[in-house]
């Protein structure tokens, strides 16, 4: 049997940046990329109901139990499978960004939605979550240059949002920093890549197949 492999989760408040470091993370390890919500068939559905910019908002506790759905049916499909075959996985966005959006952003109780994320994942936690952390301005702006056509629902809940967001993020690094690394989403991007594989390598090891 191998070794079982590996989960690492890039966190942070929409505009910081961690989707194109996912990217570039997975292509260094040479590992398996995913990303929340949307991975599978029933997940994509689940987005357009979450994410469309002209969709009624749903309540938070719906909003919830939706994410947590996608979540399900993502460990379920991907992320498990490819764990238990040895892979190493790297997602664009895990278990925090339950706590951080729908905990500190829409004002659910974060106990009780750490419980129904334990619930959905089957107590599959990453095994390192990497917070690319930048100012609610510094995402704002990135956010604007890709102009309004381009935002989610989400996106466009604005600054305030967005600060409760982060203030969520930086808490829960704060309070398991075994299993959290915070890093700075305004380095160049090759610079923040380098650090944060390195990083990765000093918590984790190395990946099968990852290069040098």
Do not use: N
């Amino acid at each position: 049997m191998p070794a079982r492999g590996r989960l690492i989760a890039l966190e942070g408040i929409d505009g910081c940046g961690k989707s194109t470091q996912s990217r570039a993370l997975a292509d260094v390890l040479a590992t398996r990329l995913t990303f929340e919500p949307g991975a599978t068939p029933v997940g994509a559905r689940l987005r357009e109901l979450l994410l469309a910019p002209d969709a009624a908002a749903p309540a938070p506790r719906t909003e919830a139990l939706l994410m947590a759905a996608d979540r399900a049916e993502h460990v379920a499909r991907v992320v498990e499978p490819a764990l238990a075959a040895g892979e190493w996985v790297v997602s664009d966005r895990y278990a925090g960004s339950t706590i951080a959006y729908q905990g500190y952003g829409q004002g659910l109780d974060p106990a009780e939605l750490a419980a129904l994320v334990q619930w959905a994942t089957g107590g599959l936690a990453a095994d390192l979550s990497i917070l690319v952390d930048v100012s609610v301005d510094v995402a704002a702006a990135r956010l604007a240059a890709q102009g309004e056509r381009g935002a989610d629902r989400i996106e466009r809940l604005g600054p305030d949002f967005a600060a409760r967001v982060r203030e969520g993020f930086l808490a829960q690094a704060a309070q398991d920093p075994a299993r959290w690394l915070v890093v700075d989403g305004t380095l160049e991007v090759d610079a923040l890549t380098a650090h944060i594989v390195t990083s990765v390598r000093e918590r984790l090891g190395d990946a099968p197949g990852g290069r040098r």
